[in-house]
């Protein structure tokens, strides 16, 4: 056989086996729950237990977060009427296929409503507080709806540095006060959460009072109403509200212990960067953006131990 041949074949040998070996040990991507499992203590935080509300339906327990830096009123009025045991009893009315379920008194003759005890029936609108001062973990994309956007303490968040207002997003979970026409005609007594596409132009027209942390499986199954806003025609079809009931009120041992990933942490930002720019060999084309209602927020139970 001619050298030249010899040498290719040497060569051949040589070089394709380092080749496929260097592929090997290139370092693959983490996963998102590789990532979370390598996290530190410091990179979670634990929810007030006077921030969340355990909503107690037939088939389990929803956690909801209070945001009490956005719609400190109305989460006061909230506390007091899960104090008083307000909702235990009434029921889900609504479930709007694609938009929210809602929940509360379905009663509309004033005279004939559940009393509302000590809580106030009169509120101010808080579809938006002052940013200064306030937490905010901007994301790096632009957004429709505002000029800027990210998380507060974990909570979806628009910003908008020229009136110096902020406000949160009405994304899937968020928990919003059912009002009227006039802006300030909501107290706390009927509440929505989002468990469809998220609608956006609801921002700063409604007040915002939390998110749901745990349970949104419970709500999203629950079946649609009639068209066209889905209210229960039948009463006999609306989801029994067994308690709601402040987390501080209930004994620690009968708690849900959870945990939810802090926004302000390079883990995070990490993490956001990782579900803007896929790159885990299914995705062909990283988008290199994402919508702030895209963007999870981790919640998990603490780690034994």
Not at 14 to 26: F, L, Q, R, S, T
Not at 171 to 199: H, I, K, W
Not at 215 to 222: F, N, R, Y
Request: with cysteine.
């Amino acid at each position: 056989m001619p050298r030249h041949r010899l040498l290719a074949l040497a060569l051949l040998a040589c070089c394709v086996p380092v080749a496929a070996i260097a592929a090997d040990e290139a370092p693959k991507p983490k996963s998102t729950q590789e990532l979370l499992d390598a996290s530190q203590p410091s990179d979670w935080r634990t929810p007030d237990p006077a921030n969340l509300l355990y909503m107690q339906v037939p088939a389990g327990r929803v956690v909801i977060e209070l945001a009490p830096d956005f719609a400190p009123a109305h989460v006061d009025n909230i506390r007091t009427l899960a104090r008083e045991h307000y909702w235990d009893g009434l029921s889900i009315y609504r479930s709007q296929d694609n938009f929210v379920v809602q929940f509360g008194d379905p009663t509309e003759e004033p005279a004939e409503r559940k009393p509302m005890g000590s809580a106030k029936e009169k509120l101010p609108a808080e579809f938006t507080r002052a940013s200064e001062g306030l937490a905010f973990d901007r994301l790096p994309d632009a957004d429709g709806y505002a000029p800027e956007v990210g998380f507060s303490n974990g909570f979806p968040a628009g910003r908008d540095p020229a009136s110096g207002q902020a406000w949160l997003a009405h994304c899937y979970g968020t928990l919003g006060a059912g009002r009227d026409v006039e802006a300030d005609s909501s107290n706390g007594t009927e509440l929505y959460v989002v468990d469809g596409q998220s609608p956006r132009q609801l921002d700063r027209n409604i007040t915002v009072v939390g998110r749901v942390l745990k349970g949104m499986e419970l709500l999203s199954v629950i079946p649609r109403g009639p068209e066209p806003m889905g209210f229960y025609e039948d009463p006999a079809q609306r989801t029994p509200i067994v308690s709601i009931a402040l987390a501080s009120e209930v004994p620690e041992a009968e708690r849900t212990a959870l945990q939810v990933l802090r926004t302000d942490v390079p883990l995070f930002a990490q993490l956001v960067e990782m579900r803007r720019n896929r790159n885990d060999g299914w995705y062909k084309v990283p988008a290199g953006h994402i919508d702030l209602c895209n963007v999870p927020v981790p919640v998990r139970q603490p780690p034994a131990g």
